[in-house]
């Protein structure tokens, strides 16, 4: 399916969702729907808790795999929270697989504070310098190996002035939240050649089943596993440092990433709080 015909299927899904009636959708036979890592009926979950879509949109999809994906925010009781959707559309115009993420700040074992979601420029733009699909994919992987144990190692490329944004906050070169967590005044890739994230044990079920070529960006999914065995380490700088996780649970991942010349340039996250070594619905099909 083109661009334009992904982007009307995710209109009325969108539109569907925000009225919170999933009957006015063609679900393809035995449709996969997911919320948060489960499993749910179509019509369950968020379906009949959504009082209505915020602001934020940022759409891409997949020409290739014909899926489309999304970045925005669901207002429920309690509070707005920040949303990660994939769709894949099958070759009747039905929806054959619905991904859902929603960081519901409230219900979460980590909480951001002064979330905010805004339009970035960046992920609009059509890449200038083009790399093949298979190289994309490959950088963001070396991205989660970077972060799996990191020890200092690089295993990908990013550009220079590189940002990240989790749940609705800058986690790089932002003064305010260094203030909380120290190494979000360094960027992308000085945070990871110090070592920061050393209790980040595994990052596990990776999947990358959407990869958006024209505007450089990949859909990532997965497991950051942490056992919380670790007390201190060392930083590559020689500090040592005390771990901020002392206890088992993983991050049940959502991350798009923006390549182009080859490097990583920004990088956009969900994640939520689950169980340790959850498994994930999806690796079983």
């Not at 006015?24 to 997911?34: I, Q, V, Y």
């Not at 970045?71 to 894949?88: Q, W």
């Not at 295993?155 to 986690?171: A, I, L, M, S």
């Not at 070169?173 to 945070?191: D, M, T, Y």
Request: aromatic share 10%; glycine share 8%.
């Amino acid at each position: 399916m083109d661009r334009e015909g992904l982007y009307a299927a995710l209109d009325q899904f969108l539109a569907a969702l925000n009225a919170g009636d999933h009957t006015r959708l063609t679900w393809a036979k035995g449709a996969h729907h997911s919320e948060n890592n489960v499993m749910l009926a179509i019509g369950d979950g968020v379906w009949g808790t959504i009082q209505k879509l915020g602001e934020y949109q940022l759409r891409f999809a997949d020409t290739a795999t014909s899926q489309v994906g999304y970045f925005g925010t669901v207002i429920e009781a309690i509070e707005e929270s920040a949303f990660t959707l994939r769709l894949k559309i099958d070759e009747t115009g039905a929806i054959a697989e619905c991904e859902m993420l929603i960081v519901r700040q409230s219900d979460s074992g980590i909480k951001f504070e002064n979330c905010r979601y805004w339009d970035k420029p960046i992920l609009h733009r059509e890449v200038v310098a083009p790399v093949p699909r298979a190289e994309m994919v490959a950088l963001a992987n070396g991205y989660f190996d970077t972060l799996q144990r990191n020890d200092g190692t690089i295993h990908t490329k990013f550009h220079p002035d590189c940002n990240r944004v989790e749940n609705g906050v800058q986690t790089t070169r932002n003064p305010e939240f260094a203030k909380i967590v120290p190494v979000s005044a360094l960027g992308c890739e000085e945070q990871f050649r110090m070592g920061n994230y050393r209790y980040d044990d595994d990052l596990r079920a990776r999947r990358f089943p959407l990869v958006d070529e024209e505007r450089g960006l990949v859909l990532a999914y997965g497991f950051i596993d942490h056992s919380g065995r670790i007390d201190e380490y060392q930083l590559t700088d020689g500090r040592t440092v005390k771990s901020p996780v002392r206890r088992p649970h993983s991050f049940y991942i959502s991350e798009l990433f923006k390549i182009d010349h080859g490097m990583i340039e920004q990088i956009e996250a969900n994640f939520i709080t689950v169980p340790y070594r959850m498994p994930s619905p999806w690796d079983a099909l």
